[in-house]
Nanobody, 128 residues
């Protein structure tokens, strides 16, 4: 069974912290790439952070130094630790998985290529 379930979203004030979790099925956990994306109203979806099966990570410039992506293999769970949150971080955050390497780095997508599996999202709202 293919499954990705996000949790940990909520509403916090600017400067606060949140940790998002994504629990994956055994099948999905075998993916080459696990990543977090986000989409705010009126904006395109963007890749936030990605980690591949070799442990290589990528972050969007807007979150470098503030967000940390990690994996717990014992729990089949992907995490996104978010600190120093800003109002512009407000968005629906999605967990995604890509089974095999593609033409773009892990954690990114294009109009011609995207991730294989997606969760339903968890909402993050940051107030000023």
């Amino acid at each position: 069974q293919v499954q990705l379930v996000e949790s940990g979203g909520g509403s916090v004030q600017a400067g606060g912290s949140l940790r998002l979790s994504c629990e994956a099925s055994e099948y999905t956990w075998r993916s080459y790439c696990m990543a977090w994306f986000r989409q705010a109203p009126g904006k395109e979806r963007e890749g936030v952070a990605g980690i591949d099966s070799d442990g290589r990570v990528r972050y969007a410039d807007s979150v470098k130094g503030r967000f940390t992506i990690s994996k717990d293999n014992a729990k089949n769970t992907l995490y996104l630790q978010m600190t120093s949150l800003k109002p512009e971080d407000t968005a629906m955050y999605y967990c995604a998985a890509d089974l095999f390497p593609g033409p773009v780095p892990c954690g990114l997508e294009s109009r011609e290529y995207t991730m294989d599996y997606w969760g339903n999202g968890t909402l993050v709202t940051i107030s000023s």
